[in-house]
T-cell receptor, first 115, second 113 residues
């Protein structure tokens, strides 16, 4: 299995631009998670989906952030407009059956820099 | 109180040493726990799950103390390749389904020759 796939791996953009991060979970997994990691705040859960339905988006920092999962094999995280404080590594992870399946499998991450 | 708190480290130990990390959690209803490993500039990867009093996998032992609400990770006979950041993870359930996952800030380990 190819594992969780994320694109792009690196993104450099200017403040005010729209940024779209993409994720393909492991085939068959029914949970998908978006995380953000910074030195200051560590790893934070932004939102997660179960069977393509958003379950908990309380970690989404503000309205500039939105996430969608149109089908079982694809999800996007969009930031519009982007700000320098959004600079971080964004990870997508997937799992099967929630806790019953054990831990989560993370993608390689997207390193976002907003200038 | 934070959901998960870890020894901040860093821990610097020689090869062959035994090292232990602790993690405390605030939600007494948590039933299962995880240790993840994260190498520099890489994604976190599951190291061990802890569902009851503890779990052992080769040189790694995870122990759970529910009364005191802490989890520990013991690494015996440390290898250079064990150098990484170790993240303690505590889930919170929403009824019968998975809730949020709370990650500790991580404990950095460096094993030197």
């Amino acid at each position: 299995d190819a594992g969780v796939i994320q694109s792009p791996r690196h993104e450099v953009t200017e403040m005010g631009q729209e940024v779209t991060l993409r994720c393909k979970p492991i085939s068959g997994h029914d949970y998908l998670f978006w995380y953000r990691q910074t030195m200051m705040r560590g790893l934070e859960l932004l939102i997660y989906f179960n069977n393509n339905v958003p379950i908990d988006d309380s970690g989404m920092p503000e309205d500039r952030f939105s996430a969608k999962m149109p089908n079982a094999s694809f999800s996007t995280l969009k930031i519009q407009p982007s700000e320098p404080r959004d600079s971080a590594v964004y990870f997508c992870a997937s799992s099967l059956g929630g806790l019953a399946g054990g831990g989560q499998f993370f993608g390689p991450g997207t390193r976002l820099t907003v200038l | 109180r934070k959901e998960v708190e870890q020894d901040p480290g860093p821990f610097n130990v020689p090869e062959g040493a035994t090292v232990a990390f602790n993690c405390t959690y605030s939600n007494s209803a948590s039933q299962s726990f995880f240790w993840y490993r994260q190498d520099c500039r890489k994604e976190p990867k599951l190291l061990m799950s802890v569902y009851s009093s503890g779990n052992e996998d080769g040189r790694f032992t995870a122990q759970l103390n529910r009364a005191s609400q802490y989890i520990s990770l013991l690494i015996r006979d440390s290898k250079l390749s064990d150098s990484a950041t170790y993240l303690c993870v505590v889930p919170r359930r929403r009824g019968s389904t998975l809730g949020r996952l709370y990650f500790g800030r991580g404990t950095q380990l460096t094993v030197w020759p």
